[in-house]
């Protein structure tokens, strides 16, 4: 039973600029089956990456207030430009909440790299932002590793588009990994929650350059192992009610029908996904 106002039943709110973090999702699904989902892609007000850090913060504040609306105990922030731009912002508005950000996974690839070069592909915002700087050179001073930082420009629309194997799409990855590989980099961070979606392409790139053995890492599986262990010591988890079993929904700031295909086509299933455009959540009045 939980000691706090909030209900194991009540659902976790997960959120990205769009379809991305539904790569967190899936993850979050196979570890704690029996959670409430409540999903938002914002998809017409992606991509974050190109945008300044304040309308990113603003933007994921007034998410964050429609998912607590929605009654969410715990927040998964799906997305690692929102995570860099907002997350500290969150925990201080959101004290009670548990809050579970996404960041490129560094100090797990200096550990996967066996020369010390790794390749870190994220948005440009990401790798802007001081957090995720202070980060870096944290992990590069106790590991010794060397970051080679890319940002990946128009990827992470490519994959809100649906292009996960297109010409074009596998052009731009050819374009942002053959220069890291040139540089000896033996170990890849997908360090934008999209960027998983893509991975069959990106393996297809790095066999194409001729190199073997690259190292992909992916923080997916940890985020939601970190969701579970924030949630078991708030004493938030929900147990298996055959009445009542897990339920998804899916909001949008694009098209539901979008985000319906994405459910299909990345998840397999088929929840009932609404538009909104989050107008009514950016006053604090709301919280
Ligand atoms: N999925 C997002 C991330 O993890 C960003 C994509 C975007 O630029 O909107 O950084």
Redesign the pocket.
């Known amino acids: 039973m939980s000691t706090s106002l909030l209900s194991n039943d009540a659902p976790v709110g997960i959120f990205?600029?769009?379809v991305?973090?539904l790569s967190i999702l899936r993850h979050i699904r196979a570890q704690l089956p029996h959670e409430h989902l409540v999903y938002v892609a914002d998809s017409g007000f992606?991509?974050?990456?190109?945008k300044p850090e304040d309308v990113v913060a603003e933007r994921s504040l007034a998410i964050a207030r429609f998912l607590v609306a929605k009654g969410a105990k715990a927040l998964v922030v799906?997305?690692?430009?929102?995570t860099v731009s907002a997350v500290r912002l969150m925990r201080t508005r959101f004290p009670a909440l548990a809050i579970v950000g996404?960041e490129p996974g560094l100090k797990p690839a200096a550990a996967a790299s066996r020369n010390g070069k790794v390749g870190v592909l994220?948005?440009e915002?990401?790798l802007a932002g001081a957090k995720f700087l202070k980060l870096r050179d944290e992990i590069a001073q106790a590991s010794g590793a060397h970051f080679l930082l890319q940002p990946c420009q128009g990827l992470?629309d490519q994959i809100e588009f649906g292009e996960l194997d297109s010409s074009a799409t596998v052009g731009m990855l050819k374009r942002y990994i053959a220069p890291l590989l040139a540089q000896g980099a033996d170990t890849l961070v997908l360090?934008?929650?999209?960027y998983p979606l893509v991975q069959a392409s990106i393996e297809q790139v790095i066999a194409a350059c001729g190199v073997r053995d690259v190292a992909l890492i992916d923080t997916g599986e940890a985020v939601a192992r970190q969701l579970g262990r924030l949630l078991e010591a708030g004493g938030l988890l929900r147990a298996f009610d055959p009445a009542l079993p897990a339920r998804v929904e899916g909001w949008t700031s694009a098209s539901a029908t979008a985000l319906s295909a994405a459910f299909n086509s990345l998840v397999g299933i088929d929840p009932p996904v609404e538009e909104t455009d989050f107008a009514g959540f950016y006053t604090a009045g709301h919280i």
């Not at 360090?191 to 999209?194: I, N």
Request: net charge negative.
């Open positions: 990205d600029s769009g991305g973090g992606a991509p974050y990456g190109d799906a997305c690692n430009t929102a996404v994220a948005t915002r990401t992470a360090g934008c929650t999209h």
